[in-house]
């Protein structure tokens, strides 16, 4: 009745899809060189030519200068931002105008613009991407020279590669994302890429899409103020660090002046640097490590990084789909319901009375007519029946059985991989994101497997609804009245 399925991402990201699984996938070969998490110090003090390129343009276009207090390092994730002198807590490192940042607004304001109109917001930024990236004289070429091929996102990974998440959620999840990636781009090149071949003269492909599609997962800010997709030059250099625990005034729009109105992008840091350090913010508090390999190529080893999602549905062969559902609906609840489950954390409060209601059927049936509707979730907030409650321990005990049957490793394989150390980064990734998922299905099948053994100490409705009558005794013993 309850089935275990695949993680649908709930991913905070700016763009929203469907995930399904691609029997096909394009493989892209990331010859990218490998990330590491941890870096606190600038590694080169001279920048390649290309970044010492994209720092002049800058400098020529008055965006920074001799006084700004950061500058392009290269650092071992790749490219950050280094302190060029001490920075106090909330201070601006770096204001960015909005001429330069790269949007919808930018996109309609472009050569293309006439052609994108009816594009998605992503889909219209990814082209012009690719279509400045391949010109030979675009005004962007020194921001585009900088920015990477590939990351380590699961996305970019090979066959080979993928092999190595085999039964987790992020597996799933990662082919959903590329068949959305060529289904999105087998429409746009037949709708607008070939139509108008004067305004693409020269081929635009699947990898080309996909490489835009992950620019923009990895670098775009979104919660901005009337901006949800838009990619700051300079400003998307600030690499993430997982000792930062706040989100808070890392970035803001602002006004350029009393007498402007032009907008600024201003770039705090969130903590005090020293100069020669790098400049670090937290990217985001709620991805779980496979959401952060998905979107970024690395992960965290914070236990609560570690998640798997139960997804939960009331089946429309159930005689009772109706009143199922309008219960459900009433409690801000679907006919499927997805719950977050975070390592070391309380299962989602909903998730129990959703189990019950899905479950609920026989003798327990009487509870979904009308009379209780107005009162049903409080009562299925507590065990409802000896039957119903053992029902869903076993359900979700043999899903979850199903689902660690799915790896190819077991945990402690897994933990011996990281302590013998040394793992590229994707297996690192690999290695980290299915340990986890494991250790949150072992958690979830503890928690049902305990509360089965505890069926025969639990109070169920009929119980409860005896002793508010007062016809049952605080031991469960029925209370004769004797008759005068």
């Not at 790098?278 to 914070?302: C, H, M, P, T, W």
């Amino acid at each position: 009745m309850a089935t275990l399925f695949t993680l649908v991402s709930s991913s905070s990201s700016v763009f929203f899809f469907p995930i399904k699984t691609l029997k096909n996938p394009p493989i892209i070969h990331s010859r990218r060189p490998p990330f590491s998490l941890t870096c606190l110090r600038s590694l080169e003090t001279n920048p390649p030519p290309p970044v010492q390129t994209f720092w002049k343009w800058l400098s020529d276009q008055g965006v920074v200068s001799s006084k700004t207090p950061v500058k392009p390092g290269i650092v071992l994730e790749g490219l950050g931002l280094v302190a060029q002198r001490n920075i106090a807590r909330n201070e601006a490192v770096l204001e960015v105008p909005k001429r330069f940042w790269i949007n919808p607004d930018a996109v309609a304001a472009s050569e293309i613009g006439s052609v994108c109109g009816g594009l998605k917001p992503w889909v219209s930024v990814a082209l012009f991407l690719i279509r400045e990236r391949l010109r030979d004289e675009s005004p962007w070429r020194s921001y585009l020279d900088i920015l990477p091929e590939y990351t380590d996102s699961t996305i970019y990974w090979s066959e080979e590669e993928l092999v190595e998440i085999q039964g987790t959620q992020l597996l799933n999840t990662t082919l959903g994302v590329k068949e959305y990636v060529q289904s999105e781009f087998l429409k746009v090149e037949e709708e607008v890429i070939l139509p108008h071949s004067q305004l693409f003269p020269f081929p635009v492909t699947l990898d080309d899409f996909l490489w835009a599609f992950g620019i923009l997962r990895s670098r775009a800010f979104s919660r901005l103020r009337g901006q949800n997709l838009v990619l700051i030059p300079l400003a998307d250099l600030i690499n993430h660090s997982p000792s930062i625990t706040t989100e808070e005034y890392a970035w803001e729009i602002k006004g350029a002046g009393l007498f402007s109105r032009d907008q600024l992008f201003s770039l705090r840091t969130p903590v005090s640097v020293k100069a020669g350090e790098q400049v670090l913010i937290q990217y985001d508090l709620d991805k779980s490590n496979a959401e952060l390999a998905l979107d970024y190529g690395f992960i965290e080893s914070r236990p609560n990084r570690n998640s798997y999602t139960l997804t939960l549905e009331i089946s429309e062969s159930d005689p009772f789909f109706g009143d199922k559902l309008d219960i459900a609906e009433s409690n801000g609840l679907s006919e499927i319901a997805y719950f977050d489950i975070v390592l070391g954390q309380p299962l989602p409060a909903a998730m129990l009375p959703y189990l019950r209601l899905v479950a609920l059927g026989g003798t327990d049936a009487f509870l979904l007519e009308s009379i209780f509707r107005n009162t049903i979730w409080g009562h299925l907030e507590l065990p409802v029946s000896r039957a119903n409650e053992e029902l869903i321990c076993q359900v979700v005990q043999d899903a979850c059985k199903s689902a660690l049957s799915g790896y190819l490793t077991t945990i402690e394989e897994d933990e011996k991989l990281k302590e013998e150390g040394n793992l590229h980064p994707r297996l690192k990734i690999a290695v980290g994101v299915r340990a986890g998922e494991k250790k949150v299905l072992q958690q979830i099948d503890g928690i049902f497997r305990e509360r089965e053994r505890e069926l025969d100490q639990l109070e169920y409705y009929q119980e409860r609804r005896l002793k508010d009558l007062g016809l049952c005794g605080e031991q469960g013993e029925i209370i004769f009245w004797e008759s005068k």
